[in-house]
């Protein structure tokens, strides 16, 4: 069954469908966006992000080198489905190799820079396995896969219910009317195990019947807005419209948008946002504009290394042709890659910028809501500093 708590049981546990924690359907079948193959039980199944929204393709990966091309190729992508899909890939790599611990990590750690999930996950694999004689690495490595796993889809539900009653507020406010919400990229159930984080409160309103409308960032140069974010709300009937990156400030000076939620790549402990390119220049829009602008999280994007996020947090610089050309699908249905820019124009493609906490209303969390600041966050996830 596609839905699976990844919890291992010794070798491990299949189909153990649990519908509060797999709440997200493709054609009425709830999944998540990774879990172990039905067929052999070892290898992984992920949902191939670069074929949607055309094609609903389960890939299989059984190698690191795979897991790795899948990370960077951004057949998985989102930072919270990173850190679970590499911590895969080290339990696959675990199969074939146990002594190979340090190398596979380090490998994958380096194929995307801006999501500490990856660094959190491989971390977290590392210290687990280390100790661990490699006779029976191989089975730690998939319990704790699995419990990551896990433990990213009851994060994200719990998000759900600290965002919830943001827009349970809005609807009081505006009887009968509609809660217009604008999100740029894609932070929905497909970029993390379930759920989503951004997405996840308004899942939760539209499934209480909240009239909620969300405003999509088509999300250029890569499109994760128009493809992906807008495949996953009307595969769940969210209301939602298409928009072009520039239309957010215009919307905004209209009393068109009654909140931004935006995921994020990687918190600073001073509460600075880092999130796909774009989402700094609505957080300016919001800023002129009133309209609150929050950011939902896991623990897992909290890194407390780093205070200065435009300073300190790398940002990933990807391939130039991903801003001179587009993919989409032809009127005869194959997907196709075309050029937009002029020929011979050179482009860059910086994928990430960085939202200072100034600008930031409030973060919400598996823990509850809180403001963007060291403060809050030291009292929110006390066993973080002491790190
Ligand atoms: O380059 P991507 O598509 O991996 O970027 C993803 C984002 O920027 C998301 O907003 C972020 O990872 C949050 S996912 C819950």
């Known amino acids: 069954m596609p839905c699976q ?28 966006s990774i879990r172990l193959d039905e067929a052999d039980g070892w290898s992984i199944r992920i949902l191939d992000q670069t074929r949607l929204p055309w094609q609903v393709e ?15 190729s951004m057949q998985v992508r989102g930072a919270p489905l990173i850190g679970a899909v590499a911590a895969y890939g080290m339990a696959l790599a675990m199969r074939r190799d146990p ?35 490699a006779a029976v690495r191989e089975a730690a490595a998939y319990a704790e896969a699995a419990a990551i796993c896990d433990d990213d889809a009851a994060t994200c539900e719990a998000i759900g219910r600290h965002g919830l009653p943001l827009l349970q507020d809005i609807a009081a406010r505006k009887p009968g009317q509609r809660v217009n919400i604008l999100t740029h990229c894609n932070a929905g159930w497909i970029a993390t195990v379930d759920w989503g984080t951004a997405l996840a409160p308004i899942y939760m309103a539209h499934d ?35 928009i072009a990156d520039n239309a957010g400030g215009h919307l905004m000076q209209h009393g ?6 935006v995921g994020t790549d990687r918190v600073t402990r001073r509460g600075d946002v880092a999130n796909k390119i774009g989402t700094y220049l609505k957080a300016l829009a919001a800023q002129d504009n009133g309209v609150p602008f929050w950011v939902a999280l896991p623990h897992s994007t909290l890194d407390m290394r780093v205070a200065d996020g435009v300073r300190d947090i790398p940002i990933e610089e990807r391939a130039a042709e991903e801003v001179t050309d587009i993919t989409g699908q032809d009127a005869e249905g194959r997907i196709t890659r075309i050029r937009v820019a002029a020929a011979g124009s050179p482009a860059a493609n ?38």
């Open 5 to 32: 708590s990844q919890a291992r049981n010794g070798l491990f546990r299949r189909g153990a469908i649990r519908f509060r924690t797999c709440p997200m359907k493709i054609n009425g079948i709830p999944y998540r």
């Open 58 to 72: 389960w890939l299989r990966l059984t190698d690191e080198d795979q897991v790795a091309h899948a990370i960077r």
């Open 99 to 133: 002594a190979a611990l340090e190398p596979v990590a380090a490998m994958l750690g380096e194929t995307r820079p801006t999501a500490i999930n990856l660094r959190w996950a491989l971390e977290k694999m590392l210290a687990v396995l280390r100790p661990v004689p």
């Open 208 to 242: 209480a019947g909240i009239p909620v409308h969300v405003w999509v960032d088509e999300t250029r140069p890569r499109n994760q807005g128009a493809a992906l974010t807008a495949w996953e709300l009307g595969a769940h009937g969210v209301p939602h419209t298409v």
């Open 256 to 261: 068109e948008v009654d909140i931004v939620i």
């Open 350 to 387: 910086p994928a990430f910028d960085v939202t200072p906490a100034r600008l930031v209303t409030g973060l919400i969390t598996e823990r509850g809501r809180v403001a963007a600041s060291e403060a809050a966050l030291a009292a929110l996830y006390p066993e973080k500093i002491a790190r």
